[in-house]
């Protein structure tokens, strides 16, 4: 388990799946993510985060004093291969308040101090524009654009730098 702030990141269980379906059949999480998933596609995703490996990683979000699930959030490696991404979906009841930032940077911070990566990327739809805010918000910066999934993706960095 790992704490934020305001956030309790746990690994995922058997008994959270529930939790998932929701998180991926909301049409608003889901809405630059390739649209919600199907019970069968939720289910093979699900059974492949109960035994994902370094260097994937995944974690589910609950409010530390509602004790409410709020969404999730990953590294895997990213479709080059060469860096680990950064990756995450909240419920809408939780946007807007921080949360996302916090966890994101948490993770990006986990990730290099922890996991001793040098640079993690996300990669977000551009017509995301509250995910850029987010993504720029917390350090990241654009590193190039591509075609992907359909659609215009920004792939953002985060390096270390040399006084870290």
Same mark, same amino acid.
């Given at each position: 388990? !790992?704490?934020?702030?305001?956030?309790?990141?746990?690994?995922?269980?058997?008994?959270?799946?529930?939790?998932?379906? !929701?998180?991926?059949?909301?049409?608003?999480?889901?809405?630059?993510?390739?649209?919600?998933?199907?019970?069968?596609?939720?289910?093979?995703?699900? =059974?492949?985060?109960?035994?994902?490996?370094?260097?994937?990683?995944?974690? !589910?979000?609950?409010?530390?004093?509602?004790?409410?699930?709020?969404?999730?959030? =990953?590294?895997?490696?990213?479709?080059?291969?060469?860096?680990?991404?950064?990756?995450?979906?909240?419920?809408?009841?939780?946007?807007?308040?921080?949360?996302? =930032?916090?966890?994101?940077?948490?993770?990006?911070?986990?990730?290099?101090?922890?996991?001793?990566? =040098?640079?993690?990327?996300?990669?977000?739809?551009?017509?995301?524009?509250?995910?850029?805010? !987010?993504?720029?918000?917390?350090?990241?910066?654009?590193?190039?654009?591509?075609?992907?999934?359909?659609?215009?993706?920004?792939?953002?960095?985060?390096?270390?730098?040399?006084?870290?």
């Amino acid at each position: 388990m !790992l704490l934020t702030e305001r956030c309790r990141l746990c690994k995922p269980r058997l008994a959270d799946y529930e939790q998932i379906r !929701l998180l991926f059949q909301d049409e608003m999480v889901r809405a630059y993510l390739g649209g919600p998933r199907h019970d069968q596609t939720i289910q093979a995703i699900f =059974s492949d985060m109960l035994v994902a490996k370094p260097p994937t990683h995944h974690w !589910l979000i609950f409010h530390v004093e509602q004790d409410q699930f709020m969404g999730l959030v =990953s590294l895997n490696p990213h479709h080059d291969g060469a860096q680990i991404e950064v990756s995450y979906q909240f419920l809408p009841h939780w946007w807007g308040a921080g949360y996302a =930032s916090e966890v994101v940077a948490f993770i990006c911070a986990y990730a290099r101090t922890i996991l001793g990566e =040098s640079k993690i990327l996300a990669e977000t739809q551009i017509a995301n524009t509250r995910s850029c805010q !987010l993504l720029e918000r917390i350090g990241m910066r654009p590193e190039y654009q591509v075609e992907r999934f359909g659609a215009k993706q920004i792939v953002y960095a985060l390096e270390a730098t040399c006084d870290e």
